[in-house]
């Protein structure tokens, strides 16, 4: 069956992905970051299906799918991020037995390609506690669950940038608790 959804071709796994979806193209253009119209012009075959690597990865991650499976991928230009964090999330995602299309629906019509980036490893789990609470609220998450989360990212994003979390535990701990208390969990 996996060989068989290789020969078809990416505009075709696309339209029957929608339709099997209920996924509107706009909806759809909306997820991927690009218009109506090129979504119409991919999927009528007016255009050639898209070889950017971007917009190929944002259409396998909506579509839960491995870039490698369109025929005109090529290896991405951009770097991809494996982090712990984003693994976290993708796991509380199937954990909750969402799909990514339901997940997706579920933010601001303007936030879903950040989100859709967010997924593929283009962007980092962010660090800004608000963002990161609206998605553990589509998740349904607790406060403590969403800071937990917040608190891992925060010591991955200091740990990056230089901070030895060892030698620095007790400032650290400082700030955590300070933030805590802010939050009021």
Same mark, same amino acid.
């Given at each position: 069956m996996k060989h068989e959804?290789?020969?078809k071709k990416s505009s075709q796994k696309v339209a029957e992905f929608l339709e099997k979806n209920s996924l509107h193209k706009k909806d759809f253009a909306?997820?991927?970051g690009v218009t109506l119209s090129y979504v119409y012009n991919l999927i009528d075959e007016t255009i050639p299906f898209s070889t950017r690597s971007t917009t190929l990865e944002r259409i396998a991650t909506v579509m839960n799918i491995e870039p490698e499976e369109f025929e005109e991928y090529k290896i991405p230009q951009e770097p991809i991020l494996k +982090?712990?964090?984003l693994e976290l999330l993708k796991?509380?995602?199937k954990d909750k037995k969402m799909n990514t299309v339901t997940f997706l629906?579920?933010?601001p019509r303007k936030k879903r390609v950040e989100i859709v980036d967010m997924l593929r490893g283009a962007y980092p789990?962010?660090?800004d506690y608000k963002e990161l609470s609206m998605?553990?609220?589509?998740?349904?998450? +607790?406060k403590n669950d969403i800071y937990n989360i917040?608190?891992?990212r925060l010591k991955q994003v200091l740990e990056t940038n230089g901070i030895n979390l060892n030698n620095n535990t007790e400032l650290i701990n400082s700030m955590l608790a300070c933030a805590k208390k802010y939050i009021t969990i």
């Open positions: 959804t290789k020969t909306e997820m991927i +982090d712990d964090t796991s509380m995602i629906k579920a933010f789990i962010p660090i998605i553990g609220q589509v998740l349904d998450l +607790d917040w608190e891992e």
